[in-house]
T-cell receptor
């Protein structure tokens, strides 16, 4: 069983479209994240949720809206997609907010905006 | 601002060579330190981590890292690399009240 699973794995879409990426973790963790990895492999946090509540919201355009229906799920919706949104988006989770926790990553969603 | 620096962006080694990847951070106080590895086309996974105690930490696949507090460093080492170690390596730091910060990664290519 995959611990952190996200779908779709690959997504190619046109500029201006709206798309969603879904994420689920079966580890019983309280905290979930979305990270963006750009073409230079730079990994940057976008959002973090703890028990369905938003705790980290980096300077991300408000076209990006996370939703956590329960603590096992954290979905990412992106409106009006732009070319610069092309990247790999990683969902992740950790047991809780404590800084020493290991982060478990999903396999990534490769988003290409054309 | 807090930062994590990985000065080696690309490293190319032959099999059996020794590896050392640098990682420096700019935080003061107590930190938690991590190395993650990302194999081609895969997700990041933990190699090793340091919380406290022995500054020499051993991880999976023969990797180890040494925390040197006076140098704000947490360098990753492996005495003899294999072709299968070809991957991207990320250093990360977390501190109470702060989110994880990842370094920019080091791309390691091991030639067979």
């Amino acid at each position: 069983d995959t611990a952190v699973s996200q779908t779709p794995k690959y997504l190619v879409t046109q500029m201006g479209n709206d798309k969603s990426i879904k994420c689920e973790q079966n580890l019983g963790h309280d905290t979930m994240y979305w990270y963006k990895q750009d073409s230079k492999k730079f990994l940057k946090i976008m959002f973090s949720y703890n028990n369905k509540e938003l705790i980290i919201n980096e300077t991300v355009p408000n076209r990006f809206s996370p939703k956590s229906p329960d603590k096992a799920h954290l979905n990412l919706h992106i409106n009006s997609l732009e070319l610069g949104d092309s990247a790999v988006y990683f969902c992740a989770s950790s047991q809780d907010q404590r800084p020493g926790n290991t982060i478990y990553f999903g396999e990534g969603s490769w988003l290409t905006v054309v | 601002a807090q930062s994590v620096s990985q000065h080696n962006h690309h490293v190319i080694l032959s099999e059996a060579a020794s590896l050392e990847l640098g990682c420096n951070y700019s935080y003061g106080g107590t930190v938690n330190l991590f190395w993650y590895v990302q194999y081609p086309g895969q997700h990041l996974q933990l190699l090793l981590k340091y919380f406290s105690g022995d500054p020499l930490v051993k991880g999976i696949k023969g990797f180890e890292a040494e925390f040197i507090k006076s140098k704000f460093s947490f360098n990753l080492r492996k005495p003899s690399v294999q072709w299968s170690d070809t991957a991207e390596y990320f250093c990360a730091v977390s501190q109470e009240g702060y989110k994880y910060i990842f370094g920019t990664g080091t791309r390691l290519k091991v030639l067979a």
